[in-house]
């Protein structure tokens, strides 16, 4: 149990779908996260959530649209992706902010994402 | 910029030490971490350093920081089959408060 839930665990799409990720956080945290990991590469952080308001978008397509009803639950909504688009998507959280010591990251098991 | 780079992959005999490497480009990186990705599972804190030390330790784990260079290095101790993972370096500054990874280090202990 991680205190960070990401729900489907595998999902496979084909180009023309639409399809949404879940995020739910139990920790109590006020910040969540999307990345992005793709083998042999850094993980790219996508968007940024603090007290519900976006406050990163890291020049992320627009095929990709975050959603952050409360500081508990996160989404992440995909239309029309790109094979290139296949990955691990992380959902993360933190206390506030990003990073800090005071804060540090935690993170979903992630979903599987395969586009065809 | 804010690249932080690791060798892709480790392979370690079971018992021996492993020795993970991480050179970043900013100066003012102020917080170093260390990651851990077990198969089929998200990343998880394992340990962390200030910049204004050289030398941490935490049971098997012992983190080296040398400013001068950029570089961090994360050694194992006694290395088990369960330290089996992906291990991504970390950092950022109180200024720049977003994270920036590497691409993580398959290490892989053999018997």
């Known amino acids: 149990e991680t205190g960070v839930t990401q729900t489907p665990r595998h999902l496979v799409m084909g180009m023309t779908n639409k399809k949404s990720l879940k995020c739910e956080q139990h920790?109590?945290?006020?910040?969540m996260y999307w990345y992005k990991q793709s083998a042999k590469k850094p993980l790219e952080l996508m968007f940024v959530y603090n007290f519900k308001e976006q406050t990163e978008n890291n020049s992320v397509p627009s095929r990709f649209s975050p959603e952050c009803p409360n500081s508990s639950h996160l989404f992440l909504h995909l239309h029309t992706l790109q094979p290139e688009d296949s990955a691990l998507y992380l959902c993360?959280?933190?206390?506030?902010?990003?990073?800090?010591?005071?804060?540090?990251?935690?993170f979903g098991n992630g979903t599987r994402l395969t586009v065809t | 910029g804010e690249d932080v780079e690791q060798s892709l992959f480790l392979s370690v005999r079971e018992g021996d030490s492993s020795v993970i490497n991480c050179t970043y480009t900013d100066s003012s990186s102020t917080y170093l971490y260390w990651y851990k990705q077990e198969p089929g599972a998200g990343l998880q804190l394992l340990t962390y350093i200030f910049s204004n030390m050289d030398m941490k330790q935490d049971q098997r784990l012992t983190v080296l920081l040398n400013k001068k260079d950029k570089h961090l290095s994360l050694r194992i101790a006694d290395t088990q089959t369960g330290d089996s993972a992906i291990y991504f370096c970390a950092e950022t500054t109180v200024f720049r408060y977003k994270l920036s990874f590497g691409a993580g280090t398959t290490v892989t202990v053999r018997a």
């Open positions: 920790l109590g945290h006020n910040a």
């Open positions: 993360a959280s933190s206390q506030e902010g990003q990073g800090g010591l005071g804060s540090p990251l935690h």
